[in-house]
């Protein structure tokens, strides 16, 4: 309903708790802003993996019962997003198949650039796919690895793999959480301490440290780029097999996609925005009688610009929540009426002012131009929009959905062109430094691909001539 | 899942529209806030009334076709809460009945205090109820007048009716709108422009001014107490057939029912929060780092106490908003679980820190207890709970749903009491002078028993004897 | 799908039993064949009366949490059909209110043929109607009488109805039961000896026999016409309030609408069926190969028929039984579709042969045009319709649902026509007096009033003056 | 509900229609008795194939809009039972997948008797496996051949299958039918002429020829064992590239499985079924005054013991049809309650006569003892029980859901044992011979291993040691 990018997924993972797809199941809750298409939940019992999918959200797809037939004291879960075409339950994950070692669960946050050329060349040697995911070809490769061990058949299967990917793996013995060399996405790792009242620590992998807290695990280290955690009855061992890469984690995560309250990359999310709102101010300052967030994501970056400037914030854009599965649009002429379901401004804040409205991003600018005209009908004197990211240029190639370039009005429209769409007084985008100013607490280096259109990881072309001639 | 009084009801009503069934819809849905047990629609076509009703979201409950069902250039609408036990779709609303002069729909916000003598009164003289809602009785007064006119059948109905209503009627040819001598509850008449392209107005009438923002539609002013409005063919007509009695509206749609971007009672809601939020600050100030609000009720009460106090305000707490239908609690010993499904602190926000919590009130203490508690696993090293409304003792009769007396904390406790139950380090209520010079700009009375005891309309005792001995 | 007429209601009662509820739904899925609209069960337990009412199936409508929440050692139940026009969870029984001696709650099967006239007075006088069924005109009497006695209230009300009824009413004390002076439809008493194993009998009432088979029951008697039963902590107690009339219950029951299993009218219907064939064959003898029925319902005439005529019997059509809730018509020209979705012949037997088809009853004809075609495509040399009822020319009053007279074919058009129409070789109905002979035994009068316009009850004109004018 | 075997699929696919998705609804839907555990449809458009599947019956898992999505002129279909263990939306089919060729659709109806052997080996070399079903193992087979054309690749993955395989497959280009070469399974060849009234004909295949009648195509003739028919734009072309075998179909398809009206095996079902009765009454003649059927399976061998007997046919027993899908077991005790949800007798058919039960068989014996004490509580004065077939010793492996051979009552226990278990008077089972004189005229050799334990196929065991040492 809004013109935002969509993250495409957030995973979960317990080993030894006495309730794992419970715990599982409240992760998820938690890291549902990352995926509200589908979920899954996969446990461990007793040698065989049981599993539970649905289309929508968690707390729609599992019941009482649907948990209780998940046994087991360890589990793995997973939601997440797709555009509509290629919403379909065979494409839910936790994905559960049987090969040569048994059975394994998977479940993929991220992307594979790679993963039609590994397909085309896995199905010419024999493999069968069932699903248009990507993370299908990470269990291919898996199982036509000849090794004995689990563990290097992972590694040597990512070993062909390029891309991002947070993966937490399930196993009838071990619970396997890996990063990719990059660390494009966030993964963290936590603990339960004495889950079981036996003495036994639970350890727990996820996306985002909010699913910790609600959980009550304690947030222990961030699962480092190129790492992979095993967790089996023998402990927790940690290896890093990859060659080594720069470390790049996503920086839009800070600026829209990760919950406020989350750590990742080794700072929070919504101080960071808060940083982003005050760079923002600093690059595009302007006079003006209230500050306003578009909620709920834009409000960090407003808080922080109205700190900096001294304009008074307001929440001067109420946010419907209630809005169901299935709103219905109305045939009646109503203008500018699709962010109304959500949005509605205060008449009595906004009448005779200047205003200043901050948002995380513009991705089309659709959204943009309604806000604005609603603000102008509601008596704004003046709107000045001020963006907290720099314009996005490029799709995203490392697991967010992006659209065409050809959509993303930033590609190709300069400043004035898309003030003039959306009809603002003033437009303003924080620049590239000061994002780098904001995420400086983080040490990181960041993926900057959607402002910059520099790719960490180049995205192979398929080769021209058929791979067996 | 939270701990408040919860509201009965929102009502809505459109005449000449083209698409009436649809504009009812969206203004339902924008008054949702108001009831999310069950909603329905009736709509006037061709001199026959038809309706669909459901359990549940209004989102949930009508889709495309349900309202293709709808026909006519009329229609009004109804969104109802209600405590489980009586949640059965025979008490959704609106409703609809065939009595001597035809068809009628009733929508109902408010309660009547003496519904069960009438009840007993009209049974005696051979009615019979089949719904639990006191809302029947206002028909059924109707059916037994002989008065050949429907207007004369209603305001001899409701001369006999003690209490709070804002109601509005769906007949054949008119739309009416009533609200009571008192006007308890809120009641807004707006006109869209040339609705139907063909030069005619339509108008509508809602329980809150933002259900006229989602379909265009201007504010045009209150419908005032005691008045009865008639829209039919000839344009609208207003009476005012009652005695005289004190405008008192209920002052907790203020404090916490209403939306923040509607007026209602001459006021803009977010504006009278945010003074609220000011003379809480004035009546218990404290030294702090921080103000945090209970999101999203507390949100502008807090605002108004951090820019009194000079304190900074931060949304320290992410508030969830995925709930979905059917949320499971899970059996693992998760301390102060409830609250955390909807809020988890930002601990970068709260550790360490002296934080003040601004709620708008408190019923039981159980959920504020929560709060303080997640807060202090968060690290606040001082905690001051502010609440923007005065102690809650006593029961509403007008059309709220509250606990009886023994639940309401305030009510059995003094203020030492509560401040221990629920862990602050300190407690402060506003007073219910702060209140009125937060409401100041009103210019109504207002009812404030739940605060003060003090009700305008007493609730008769239905007699010892039977009626006809 | 099939072109019959339908039955619009089957009741159930009893009282005393410790599964009341269980044993009602029991009951009604026995009755099922009279109604696939809606259905509904109330209990009593405690003085106060439950319900759960569904659109569908009884199996579909009942699931374990819904009968738990029925207790009570008392219970009534209702399966309805209704044209799709009317079918709406709002004309769902049993009918529940509350009236001044309590609550109430009604099942009836049968219609009321000065409905309208007692509706509108009862207007006049203040009542409001909540449905279109006729049955709630009975319990507005029943409010608006002012005598102190639930079963004076109940005759008296009763003695302003004419039509057919075959009722069952709970109250909080009394399980009631009442068949009109006529007996138009069928009720019957039976008993579960020692139900609750405690000494004490469990009595019930039911449309048909066959609801007592498979709860156990014995069969004791008809339910007389006029008769009311009582039924409470003192025991069964009989009374005959009503004028004495000729009984004449509805001998369609007997040709279409019971069970085979079940005994109505002091015969059992499957006997009765097949001597309707017998008596086919006498009036309309065909020199053929094979007798095949329409079934499932023409196949106890049709071994009658083939009985008496020596000519063999073969279930030549096999019926298809899985046709779920939503078939979904094909858009692909196949020729007869409609009746292909149930019925198919087996052309081992039909090929080449001369082929008796017997029905029970014509009313638009498509179907046996249908059946026709179909089984000359495989490859049938003569077909010889035979139809185990007289011609149905008029439409019923008493509780059938009957298209209208222009839409009966046998009320149009003479037997060659017909004929022509179907494209039968010959075409034989029974005649009255076949059918009279082949239900002797019952000893009854008999309405007949669909094959003879000969109305037992005259429906009365609404009066041309306003009532009090 | 009954104490029967069960089948576990129907397949049917149709080339060349211009509405090939609804033609293939309207297949399964007569199929729908050959599985009603979950059912799907794939079509081929444009290259490409879409797939739906669901749980529960055809006429409930397709709407309109899904069929609408299923676009293209060729498609295949599935009906499916198992066990409530397994039942699960993974192993519906048809099954689809991408593999090296393109995508591939099969429906399968039999069981592969080699499957594990081929499964470890398969995982072995790299393959993985995401369903249950052995139908994944012959898709895994040609997807690991190297060979350039799917046929061959098809042929030589069967010529690896051992056991009962009744095959439609569909690839965007062709559609293909296999029968395994000892054609355990019935498979036929149908037309629809000028399906698309462009002079070009549809081939359409199916389990049974009544999914013919029901689309109007004529039936052609059988897909003989060991044949691989496959039908494209060029035409239909039919190889037979495996050993030769002995035609050896499922005699029991005769017995139960298939629908009477179908032809299978060059002979009518029906005709069959009243011939085993005939064979019955030779086997076992008694003298009584009324042959009932246990219906509606039993019904055809009743006709024929009653015809070859002379004693007087009687449809003693009312089937109820409106199960539902969750009928709920009453807790209350009632007498053999199991069986009464399905049938009741009618007590006037059977008090005081000596009755013959005829039904097919007897699985587990505990049906036909709640049949038996049904009919003695209605009055019947002896009973004897009659079989139209011979005692099931032995689990069948080529495709039908059969319990443990412990379970099976005829595998432990003799005649007598059998009649003192279910209570009868005599209990007389059709001898083997009999079947074969009954079958005769099909010319088949047939698969008895149920009866007899004479395997035609050996079901190999997996090896003791590892495959790869």
């Known amino acids: 309903m809004f013109d935002k990018f969509n993250d495409e997924c957030g995973v979960f993972g317990v080993y030894n708790h006495p309730e794992a797809a419970n715990i599982t199941y409240l992760g998820l809750y938690s890291l549902q802003h990352r995926g509200q298409e589908s979920a899954g939940i996969v446990s461990s019992n007793e040698g065989k993996l049981r599993s539970h999918k649905g289309m929508g959200l968690v707390a729609d797809i599992f019941h009482k019962k649907d948990l209780a037939r998940l046994p087991g004291k360890s589990a793995i879960g997973h939601v997440r997003y797709s555009t509509a075409g290629e919403s379909h339950i065979k494409n839910a994950q936790p994905f559960v198949v049987e090969y040569s ?8 946050n991220g992307n594979i650039v790679n993963a039609q050329i590994l397909r085309d060349e896995l199905e010419a040697y024999g493999s069968i796919f ?5 993370t299908e070809v990470i269990v291919h490769l898996m199982a036509t690895s000849n090794d004995s061990k689990l563990i290097r058949r992972l590694t040597s299967a990512l070993m062909r793999v390029k891309g991002a990917y947070s993966l937490v793996l399930l196993s009838n013995k071990k619970l396997i959480a890996v990063r990719d060399p990059n660390g494009f996405r966030p993964l963290v790792l936590g603990r339960i301490k004495d889950a079981g ?3 036994k620590d639970s350890w727990v992998v996820a996306s985002e440290t909010c699913a910790f807290e609600i959980i009550d695990a304690e947030y222990v280290r961030d699962v480092e780029p190129g790492e992979v955690i095993i967790i089996d009855e023998y402990g927790l061992k940690s290896i890093k097999p990859f060659a080594e890469a720069k470390y790049t984690p996503c920086v839009f995560e800070f600026i829209y996609f990760a919950r406020p309250d989350s750590r990742i990359f080794n700072a929070n999310v919504y101080t960071v ?32 610009y109205a700190e900096a400037s001294g304009i008074p914030f307001e929440m001067g854009m109420v946010r419907n929540h209630y809005v169901g599965r299935t709103f219905i649009e109305p045939q009646a002429e109503i203008r500018h009426f699709g962010v109304k379901i959500k949005l509605n401004p205060i008449r009595d804040i906004v009448a005779g002012k200047r205003v200043v409205v901050v948002d995380d991003s513009i991705v089309r600018g659709t959204t943009s131009q309604k806000i604005i005209k609603m603000l102008r009908n509601a008596g704004a004197s003046e709107i000045h929009m001020r963006i907290s990211s720099p314009p996005t240029i490029s799709p995203c190639y490392y697991g967010i959905d992006t659209p065409n370039k050809e959509e993303l009005i930033a590609a190709n429209h300069d400043l004035a062109d898309i003030n ?12 590239i430094e000061g994002v780098y100013r904001a995420v400086a607490e983080s040490g990181a280096s960041f993926c900057d691909a959607c402002f910059t259109g520099n790719y960490v990881l180049a995205r192979p072309k398929p080769p021209q001539l058929a791979l067996f001639g």
């Open 101 to 108: 070692l048994g059975e394994i669960a998977i479940a993929h």
């Open 197 to 199: 009242r036996d003495g």
């Open 130 to 134: 069932q699903s248009s995911m990507d």
């Open 420 to 431: 003039d769409y959306i009809t603002s007084d003033t437009l303003g985008y924080l620049s």
């Open 273 to 304: 925005r808060k940083r982003l709102g005050a760079e923002l101010y600093r690059d595009h300052p302007v006079e003006a009688d209230v500050v306003l967030p578009v909620p709920d994501s834009g409000t960090p970056a407003a808080m922080g």
